[in-house]
């Protein structure tokens, strides 16, 4: 395991010029905040560093990491085969040797033009990575290779640098640098960007987007003290936190707003109240046309619920496939329930899915798989 002080020197070494960077499926606001903030930093350093584009990514996040974003038609073999010279079709050692103007497209640094060895890059191509050197593959805020999304499987077994903050880390990669108190991977990204170099307004917000979506914009009981004064660091350089703060924290859309109108209005109490049963059937979402961005988070609202210690989200993800979100007490713990049904999580948010069964057949199974792992009365 790396340190944060090995973590920054591997990534500011030769070896780590041309940098792929993954995040997970149904991207959050960390894995997409670090991400972008992460290439941020790497660009000021001259190199080449872009994030794979998400499948899943919603319009909320598109905003952070457009920037980044490795254009979709970029081949992967070039990827998987980059740095044997031969090989490698973008290879062009007849790069003109002055400097162009600005690409608008290129990050310039701000501070030591001599220090970008790539200054020498025409637009189009060339740029997108330094002709016959490795590309690296860091993943972030990953516990595990199958969250890997769709398309990037192939990068399974390949990762150079994993950096997360899960307790359940499985240490994928071929070095690996975990944080399992921190309440986002965005307070880890902020040591090693710190080591690397001065935090810019570029780096710091999609720093504070990882770091406040993370931790429920600072009222989740993972918010520590240290994830406070990162937030406090990032603020001082100027960024606009108050429009995030707003479009993630105190905004929903009407179809959200109807969408759990409609979901209280259904909602099953049971064992005196304490627990909940929330569910969307696909019935419910294609008829209001919701979104994915409509559909973030909905498990949160259970809990909200005065008295409730047990919340059931239930999800219709296509005809009888249910996903369920369980969000918990110390009474009851979610994983040992989810874990009955094949899922599995932390002590108080865990998830599972159950295929093939009708609405009444999936609550009725979750709410046998609660009864056993606790004293609820049903
Ligand atoms: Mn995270």
Not at 119 to 143: M, N, R, Y
Request: proline share 6%.
């Amino acid at each position: 395991m790396l340190t944060v002080r090995e973590t920054a020197e591997l990534l500011t070494g030769s070896d780590y010029d041309n940098i792929l960077i993954l995040t997970h499926i149904r991207p959050d606001g960390d894995t997409i905040g670090c991400a972008a903030a992460l290439c941020a930093g790497l660009r000021r350093l001259g190199k080449h560093a872009y994030m794979l584009s998400n499948p899943g990514l919603t319009e909320h996040m598109k905003p952070y990491c457009e920037l980044y974003e490795l254009p979709e038609d970029y081949p992967p073999e070039r990827i998987i085969s980059a740095g044997n010279a031969e090989e490698n079709p973008e290879a062009n050692p007849e790069t003109p040797e002055e400097s162009p103007e600005e690409n608008p497209d290129e990050i310039i640094l701000d501070e030591n033009p001599d220090e970008n060895p790539e200054a020498d890059l025409e637009s189009g191509e060339e740029w997108i990575f330094k002709p016959g050197k490795k590309i690296k593959i860091i993943s972030v805020d990953i516990a595990t290779e199958n969250l890997f999304p769709k398309n990037a499987e192939m990068y399974k077994g390949r990762v150079d640098l994993a950096i997360d903050h899960h307790p359940s880390f499985e240490e994928f990669g071929k070095n690996n640098i975990v944080r399992p108190d921190a309440a986002a991977c965005g307070e880890l990204l902020y040591d090693i960007l710190c080591a690397m170099g001065r935090i810019t307004p570029e780096i710091a917000l999609p720093l504070y987007v990882a770091i406040a979506t993370d931790c429920g914009c600072f009222a989740y009981n993972n918010t520590t003290a240290h994830t406070h004064s990162v937030a406090s660091a990032l603020m001082r350089t100027g960024i606009d936190y108050q429009t995030v703060n707003k479009i993630f924290f105190r905004t929903k859309s009407r179809i959200r707003m109807q969408l759990e109108a409609a979901m209280l209005q259904d909602a099953i109490f049971c064992d005196q109240n304490r627990i909940v049963i929330l569910s969307v059937p696909l019935s419910l979402t294609r008829g209001m046309n919701a979104t994915e961005s409509d559909l973030e988070e909905l498990s949160s609202l259970g809990g909200q619920i005065e008295g409730v210690d047990c919340a059931v989200t239930m999800r219709e993800l296509e005809p009888d496939v249910w996903k369920f979100s369980l969000r918990t007490g110390k009474r009851i713990n979610a994983t040992e329930a989810c874990k009955l049904l094949g899922g599995g999580g932390h002590a108080a948010a865990a998830g599972c899915t159950i295929r093939g069964a009708s609405y009444e057949e999936a609550r009725a199974r979750m709410l046998r798989a609660i009864v056993r792992v606790s004293d609820a009365q049903i």
